[in-house]
C-alpha cells in the first residue's frame, strides 16, 4: 500500500494507524477501512434528475460496464446528487480503498479530484479532460465537434446560428460553446452574445433557451445544441412557434445519440463515441492500477458530422440567404 | 444521539479520513438510521446488460428518484463474478450502508441470506424470499390477463415462451399462463411452452421450435417484450400474419413493445413506481427494525396494440378484475 506524505495529509490515511490513535475507529464487523478489491468505483458527482433517461449517462455506463465485466471488476456506481451526499461519496472514498475511480460530469470546481490526488486514488476522467488536476482523461474532440457543426450550418447559407450550450462549468459545455465562437469568428461573423443561451444539458432549461432566442432574434436561421437531447427539445419548441425545420431553422445536436435518428425530423449531429469513451476509460484506469506511478495520460476521441433532415431536409436552400 | 459519524468529515480535509467511531453493535445502526446516508442497489442479473435494459433503466430511475427526495446516495452495484461478488460483500457490510434493494436475483442467490447475517435491513425486488420484505408487479395476474385475451379473441392453440425459471417472476408468468388456459378448459401441453433464460436470441430458437412441432399454433405469450420482438421476427420471417394467423402478446411494456412491427399488445410493469415502493418499504424497515417482512405488489395493466387485434381497435384496456 503507497504510503502517504508526511503531515497532514498521513491523518488523511484510513490504514495509518500511528502510535497512540485509539483504535475507535475501526469500523464495526472487523471489517476495518477495508481494502475492496476487484471495484471499480464510477462517481457521477453532478448527477442531474433523470440521469438513466439521458442516453449520454445510460450509453457511457454501459462501456464501462462492459469493459469492467470481462476484467472481472465490481461495477460500483456512486450518485450524489446533493451536498449531503458528497459528504457521503466522501466517507466512502476515504473509508473504503476500491481499486480505481471513474469520474464522469465532474465540475471545474469539483472537490473531488484534490481529494483523488492526495490519496493516490488510480483515477480516470471519463468526458472531460481537466488540464491542470494531474488526473488521466479521456474525452471527445468536443471544439472540434463545434466547428465541423458551425461549418456545415455556414455551408448550408445559415448566417444567424444562435447556441442553446451545456454547463458552463463542465468541460464538454464550454469546449463546445467556445468551437461555436470560434467558427463564427474565422468565417468573419461578429459574435453577439444574446445568440447564445444555457440549456444546463436538461431538457426543461433546453426549451426555456430556445424560447428567449426566438423572442430576441425572430429571424434566427439556424440553432446549435450542445445535446442530442436538449436539441429535440428545442426542435418541439421550433416546431410550436411554426418554424419550419430546416427551411425556416436548421438544428444540429451533439451526441448522436438514439434519440437523434429517432427525432421527426432526423437531427444532424456531431457523432461521438460514448461507449468507446467508456470502455476506454476502463482501459487507461487499468494501466494506472497495475502501475500507480504511471503518468497522467490525455486521450481524446475523434468526432465526425452526421447530416440528417434538420439541416438537409427536402427543401435544402440553394443560395446563401440575403 | 452521537455525531462521531458525521463529525470528522464536517471538520475538513484532515479529518474525512477518520473511519467512523461509534457504537459498535450491529443493533446499534438501527437506532441510528440518519447516519447512513447511503442505500446499496444490489443488481445480482445483469448478464443482458444493465444499462441497456430498459426494464432496469426504469427500475433504477424510479429507486433515485425516490433517494434523491430523500437526500440519500446511491450506491449500485452490478456483480457477476464470484470475485465481484465478494467486493460487494465487503462494500454493504460498510456501516454507512443504511439499507439495500436487491434486484434481479436468482433463487440458490447468496445475498438474502447474507443480509441477513449482517443485520442489514433489505428489501427484494421481484424475488420473494420469507424473511425479507419484497416488492413486484403481480405478474401471475398480468400473465393471465395477457392469455384471457388471446382466449377472448378466439385463440385456442396458444404456446408461451418463458423466462429462465430460476427467476421468480418468470415462474408467476408461466403459472399465469397456465391458469388462464385451465380456467378457460383448454387443455395444457408441455411441448407447447418453451423456456428462453429472457435472452432474445434464446426465444427466436424457441419459436422456431414451436413452429416446427406446432405448425398450428394461433397464438404465442412471451414473457418479454425484448423475446416478444424476437418472435415476431421468427413469425415474419416464416410468412405467418401478425394477428391474423398468428396473434402475439409480450411483457413489461418497454421501448420493444413499440419498436415491433405490428406493435405489440403486453402487459405493461410498472417499473418506476416498483423501484420508488422500494424505497418506501426500505425506509420503513430502516425505521421499524423488528416489523415483519411485506409484500407488496402492484397491479399491472393489459395493453392492447396491433399484434393481438390488427391494426384497427388498438386501445389500451385496464385488467378487470
Known sequence: ?322 | MPQSDNGPVANGSAGDASPPAGPRSVHARHARPQAAATIGVIVADATTGLFADPYYLALLEGIMAALAERSLMLMLMAPMSPAELKATKALVARKDIGGVILVGLHTDSPLPALMQSLEIPAVTVGHTVRELSNVECDCRDGAMAAVEHLISLGRRRIAVISGDLDIPVAVDRLLGYREALAAAGIAMDPTMEEVADFLADRAHLSMERLLLSHPDLDAVFVASDQMAAAAVGVLTHARKRIPEDVAVIGFDDSRFALETSPALSTVRQPFEELGREAVHVLMRHIAEPHEAPRQVRLKTKLVVRASTVGREGTTAAGRPS
Open chain 1, 1 to 322: 500500500m503507497s504510503k502517504s506524505p508526511p503531515g497532514s495529509a498521513a491523518r488523511d490515511d484510513p490504514g495509518a494507524t500511528a502510535p497512540g490513535v485509539p483504535t475507535r475507529g475501526v469500523p464495526a464487523r472487523g471489517q476495518g477501512p477495508t481494502p475492496v478489491r476487484n471495484c471499480v468505483g464510477v462517481v457521477v458527482t453532478d448527477a442531474p434528475e433523470g440521469l438513466l433517461r439521458d442516453p449520454y449517462y445510460s450509453t457511457i455506463f454501459k462501456g464501462i460496464s462492459s469493459a469492467l465485466a470481462e476484467r472481472s471488476l465490481l461495477f460500483l456506481l456512486l450518485a450524489p446528487l446533493s451536498e449531503s451526499e458528497q459528504d457521503a461519496t466522501r466517507r466512502l472514498l476515504v473509508g473504503t480503498q476500491v481499486d480505481g475511480l471513474i469520474l464522469i460530469g465532474l465540475h471545474t470546481d469539483s472537490w473531488l479530484p484534490r481529494l483523488i490526488q492526495r490519496r493516490k486514488i488510480p483515477a480516470v476522467m471519463c468526458g472531460h479532460l481537466p488540464p491542470d488536476f494531474g488526473i488521466s482523461g479521456i474525452d471527445c474532440d468536443n471544439f472540434r465537434g463545434s466547428v465541423l457543426a458551425i461549418d456545415h450550418l455556414l455551408s448550408i447559407g445559415r448566417r444567424r446560428i444562435a447556441h442553446i450550450s451545456g454547463h458552463h462549468t463542465t468541460p464538454s459545455g464550454l469546449d463546445r460553446l467556445m468551437g461555436y465562437r470560434q467558427a463564427l469568428a474565422a468565417a468573419g461573423i461578429p459574435l453577439d452574445p444574446t445568440m447564445e443561451e444555457s440549456g444546463d444539458f436538461l431538457v426543461g432549461p433546453a426549451r426555456m433557451a430556445m424560447s428567449r432566442l426566438l423572442e430576441s432574434h425572430p429571424d434566427l436561421d439556424a440553432v446549435y445544441v450542445a445535446s442530442d437531447q436538449m436539441a429535440v427539445a428545442a426542435m418541439e419548441v421550433l416546431a410550436k412557434a411554426g418554424r419550419r425545420i430546416p427551411e425556416d431553422v436548421a438544428v444540429v445536436g451533439f451526441d448522436d445519440s438514439p434519440s437523434a435518428a429517432a427525432a421527426s425530423p432526423s437531427l444532424s449531429t456531431i457523432n461521438q463515441s460514448i461507449e468507446l469513451t467508456g470502455r476506454e476509460a476502463v482501459k487507461m484506469l487499468v494501466r494506472h492500477i497495475a502501475d500507480p506511478e504511471a503518468a497522467p495520460q490525455r486521450v481524446v476521441l475523434d468526432v465526425e458530422l452526421v447530416i440528417r433532415e434538420s439541416t438537409s431536409g427536402s427543401a435544402r436552400p440553394a443560395a446563401p440567404t440575403p
